[in-house]
Structure formats: C-alpha cells, structure tokens
C-alpha cells in the first residue's frame, strides 16, 4: 500500500510516498480501508518531534512508527477477533499506526460508526479536534445561558468549541483574525473578537468558561476574562514555551498550580483521549446536523506534506482533510 512515510525528525521535507506493507489487525482491532484522514497540530508536533520531550514516547532518535496522520475515516476490510465489527462498516476514529495511507489499523474502542449520511471527508476532520472540544466544553460545565470565550474559534477545535457551546445554549464569543470572522459567526457565535484590535479581557471579567486553543496568551490575562467563578479550559499551545516542554508545563503545571491560589476560579489543562462513546455522541450530533466540520480544504495523500507545511505555519482556518477516495 501506498502511505507517507519518514525516517527522521524534521520539516515537512522529510515526509515521502513509499509503498509499504498492508498491516493487519489483531484481537480487538480493525483494518480500515482509508477513505479520507484529517490533518491536525498533533500530527505536526510528531512529525518534527517538538516539543522534544514527545522524543521519549517516539524515539529519541526517530520516530518508531513511520507513517503519519492519526484522524481517519473509511471501511472495515478486515476485522479481528473481539472487534465488534464487520467489513463493509463505514467508522470514522483514530488510529497509532498512521492514517496517512490507504489502509491503517485501528483499535475498536477508538472508532465509532460513521452516519450514513455524513461524507467521509466531513467524518475524518472529526475524531481528535471533535473529542477534544468536546471534552474541554464538558468539563467547563458549559449550559444554558452562560457566557462562554472561545480563543482559537476559526481553528480545527476551535470550530468545533464554538458549535458544541452553542448547541449547549450557551451564548459564545468567538476570537479570531478578521478572515475568519464570518466563518466563527456562521458557526453560531453571538459576538466575535478581533484579537489584532481587541485583548480578551477588554470587556472585564465577564465569561463563566474561556476555552484557550491558541496558546500564547498569560494565565494572568486569561484569567482576567473569568467572573469569579469562572472555569478556563488550556488546549494546545504546544509551540509555546521551551523547546524542551513547549506549552505542556503551561497547562499540566503552572494552571493547576495557580488554581490553588486563584480562589474559586478554576484553570485546567486538558490532554484529551479518544474513546469509542465521545466519538459516537459526535456521531449522532453528524447527523442531526447539529455538528458541522469546517473543512478548509482538501489534499490528496501525495500532497500530504503540503498540509502540515501549512499547518506549521498557522495558516490554516478550520480543517484540512487528506482524501484518498
């Protein structure tokens, strides 16, 4: 099969198109036949192996599993043993082995049916942006009627925040450049922040949840956003900080650090994790339409390497899905 492949750490330069051989499930697992694999900022930090403590998890060196991408979706060709499912399913979910090929092995309690009507390339810009956003609005308590901040709203998260918030009833301010504004609005915002022109505090500390996607901004600042009773929720922000942790101290160390002196205010940094039962709520919420992907755009797998280029350099808005169908 076909797959884009790397042998060392690096820019997206050192990603290729080989032919490798077609992995094969084993018990509780499935092999996928890749119709479509979404394109995040995960998928770059494992490609460059920064922040460099990742390097202790995939290789010092290199990384031990060649194939990028983790976002897919497609159809079951085959199904192992305890799988739970059967060939000819349409899944949509996550794999460790790397998406970016026409077949990819993946865990049964990482996937999830695919609606009938949702397209492929709509389904696969869904797993990890989807479950993290969903996961970050959970654990904010985001309910009817409460002000929610979503920095980063014209992002691959971001954009899915904004929705979940919104179909929560929420009322949502969405931050972003200008470019993405009517994107962020037609998402559901009820106002959206220019952050070229306005802080996210400038309105005084007036949200109940802020949900950080972006990364760069002080906790202090952040937390200033906040009523006193206020919950932010730390995503991301990976290429921030040390070249050694990145942003991972920010949120994993100082947040809760802070937490215990910033009185009933609450900071958390997440590290979300896919799992079959948020992936099959995003499902039902594909099909009810409540839930609609932002696909930015959309590459073949040759131009893979083109994608996370763009996704290093942060110019993206929405999704960018890989389709192999």
């Known amino acids: 099969m076909k797959a884009i492949v790397q ?7 050192v990603l290729a198109v080989r032919d490798i051989p077609r992995p094969v499930p084993k018990t509780g697992e499935v092999l996928i036949r890749v119709m479509a694999a979404g394109v995040d900022p995960g998928v770059w930090h494992l490609m460059t192996g920064r922040p460099y403590l990742i390097r202790a998890a995939l290789g010092p060196r290199r990384p031990r599993i060649p ?12 199904a192992g043993p305890e799988s739970g499912f059967q060939p000819g399913d349409e899944v949509f979910g996550t794999c460790e082995g790397g998406s970016f090929a026409e077949f990819a092995v993946a865990r049964a309690d990482r996937i999830a049916r695919k609606p009938a009507g949702v397209p492929f390339v709509d389904a696969a810009a869904v797993p990890v942006s989807g479950t993290t956003a969903l996961q970050a609005v959970r654990y904010a ?13 014209g992002g691959g998260v971001g954009s899915f ?28 915002a009820e106002h959206v922040l220019d952050y070229h022109r306005e802080e996210v505090d400038s309105r005084g500390p007036i949200f109940d949840a802020v949900v950080d996607t972006a990364g760069n901004r002080p906790l202090s600042l952040l937390r200033r956003a906040l009523n006193s009773h206020g919950i932010l929720v730390l995503i991301g ?12 101290s920010r949120a994993l160390v100082a947040a ?22 948020d992936l ?42 890989i389709t192999l169908a």
């Open 237 to 248: 922000g990976e290429r921030h900080g040390t070249a050694l942790f990145g942003g991972i």
């Open 67 to 78: 194939v990028r991408g983790r976002d897919l979706a497609g159809v079951v060709e085959t």
């Open 256 to 277: 809760p650090l802070l937490s215990l002196t910033s009185g009933d205010q609450r900071l958390h940094g997440l590290l979300a994790k896919e799992n079959a039962a």
């Open 7 to 13: 042998d060392v750490y690096g820019e997206a330069d």
């Open 161 to 188: 925040a904004v929705q979940l918030a919104v179909a929560a009833g929420a009322r949502v301010t969405g931050v972003c450049s200008p470019g993405k504004a009517d994107m962020v609005r037609g998402l559901g």
């Open 280 to 321: 099959t709520e995003l499902a039902a919420l594909l099909e009810s339409g409540t839930l609609r992907p932002a696909v930015d755009r959309t590459y073949p797998l040759a131009h893979a390497p083109e994608a996370l280029a763009e996704i290093g350099r942060g110019h993206t808005g929405g999704k960018m899905v």
């Open 141 to 153: 308590r985001i309910t009817t009627g409460r002000q929610v901040l979503v920095i980063g709203a």
